[in-house]
């Protein structure tokens, strides 16, 4: 966690609402998913980690209804002044509608606050990068709401999920439970295990020695990722609903990859088919990844997080030329045992698991064959797996 965090956040609540007395600050990480990509709205298994990076928040009760929001980060929007009675989602409220969205959740789950709040934020995740600077900002949100209110029966899976309620219906992106999950219920030095048919979970911890957890930003945005995300959803739901004709289950994650090929010409839809096929294979991906991590087999780690690469460029289509670039250069290197995009794809980072004595040649490779390919860029980042949320 950024050691100057605190100070930053503080600052920044000074500069907006005068002064800091009685201000509470919490934080809440990032996330890098390992593997399992897009199998979380399909009933399938994720393996995320959360980040030392994140999302820092400092917030102070109020004495009426009004609610003001000012981030560090945003520094251009201003103070954004709403009100409990006015919560709405608003195409001008810009980032504010993500806290907001998460104060409105709370409310459809009894949880209503009876004042209003002054909240400022700071976060050192790169917005907008697949590293889920949105899930952070939602789950600390929760946080401070849950301090801030008493709600003490609120547990870290509810500020999940009331998160992931807030970005569905407040924000109108159809993501699954994986990024506020594992914002929440992160845990230093260990990725986590998520059923998310089921929501069981198991930490498994990450033995990286003598590897690196290496991440590189293309720095292309996803802009497109709302829209198309929400059309993958609608398309693996098609793919289902085809298959359901003959088949007795609830979600693809319950498909092997031998019932998906036994009845995989039920799918009328070409294109529907190729993502039901990601959304089946890289299910059983997941499993198999985290069982050879248990096993202490890496190399076989990597080779899955590559094949989970290839198909979201294939069969997905949620990579794009940026992270191609930089996953495919990555595997000619000796000693990276896996690269692949991560995150809701269309630019955003890619992971890879880099042995000590390549990580040199990889930082150096990289950045330069991608700048001659791209013309700018990338950034490189050596992350730590840290914790869940936080009062700091
Ligand atoms: P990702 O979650 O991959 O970083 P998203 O597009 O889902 O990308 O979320 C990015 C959005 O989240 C930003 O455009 C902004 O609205 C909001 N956000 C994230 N971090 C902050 C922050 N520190 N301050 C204000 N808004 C933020
Ligand atoms: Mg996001």
Redesign the pocket.
């Known amino acids: 966690m950024d050691p100057n965090g605190k100070k930053l956040v503080l600052e920044g609540f000074a500069q907006a609402f005068g002064d800091t007395e009685g201000v509470r600050c919490f934080f809440a990480p990032g996330r890098v998913n390992l593997i399992g990509e897009h199998t979380d709205y399909n009933g399938g298994h994720v393996f995320p980690c959360a980040l030392d990076i994140g999302c820092f928040a400092a917030v102070r009760k109020r004495e009426d209804r009004v609610m003001r929001f000012y981030s560090v980060n945003f520094p251009q929007a201003g103070t954004v002044t709403t009100s409990l009675d006015a919560l709405v989602p608003q195409s001008r409220s810009g980032w504010t509608n993500y806290p907001a969205g998460v104060v409105w959740a709370f409310g459809t789950h009894g949880c209503e606050p009876d004042v209003g709040f002054d909240m400022a934020i700071y976060g050192d995740i790169p917005n907008?990068s697949?590293l889920?600077?949105?899930?952070a900002l939602e789950v600390v949100t929760g946080t401070a709401l849950r301090a801030l209110y008493g709600w003490d029966k609120v547990t870290n899976v509810d500020i999940a999920l009331l998160g992931q309620l807030a970005?569905n219906e407040y924000n109108g992106?159809k993501?699954g439970i994986m990024?506020q999950f594992a914002s929440a219920m992160g845990k230093a030095g260990n990725a986590i295990f998520l059923d998310t048919n089921t929501m069981e979970y198991a930490y498994a911890p990450v033995h990286l020695e003598g590897m690196k957890l290496m991440i590189v930003n293309t720095n292309r945005k996803h802009s497109l990722?709302d829209s198309e995300y929400n059309l993958r959803r609608e398309q693996c739901a098609a793919a289902l609903a085809d298959l359901q004709k003959e088949l007795p289950v609830k979600t693809l994650g319950d498909l092997t990859e031998e019932e998906f090929e036994a009845h995989k010409d039920l799918i009328t839809d070409p294109v529907c088919l190729r993502r039901a096929r990601h959304a089946v294979y890289e299910n059983r991906r997941t499993i198999e990844a985290v069982a050879a991590l248990r096993r202490g087999d890496i190399e076989e780690f990597g080779r899955l997080m590559n094949a989970s690469h290839v198909s979201l460029r294939d069969d997905y289509e949620t990579s794009c030329p940026e992270a191609d670039i930089l996953t495919e250069e990555a595997w000619k290197i000796p000693g990276v045992l896996g690269s692949r995009i991560t995150?809701?794809g269309f630019g955003g980072c890619t992971v890879s698991i880099v042995k000590d004595e390549a990580v040199d040649t990889f930082v150096e490779t990289l950045d330069r064959v991608y700048r001659e390919k791209v013309g700018y860029p990338a950034t490189f980042y050596r992350l730590g797996i840290g914790d869940g949320p936080t009062e700091i």
Do not use: F, I
Not at 132 to 135: E, G, H, M, R
């Open positions: 907008g697949g889920s600077s949105s899930a970005e992106m993501c990024d990722v995150g809701g």
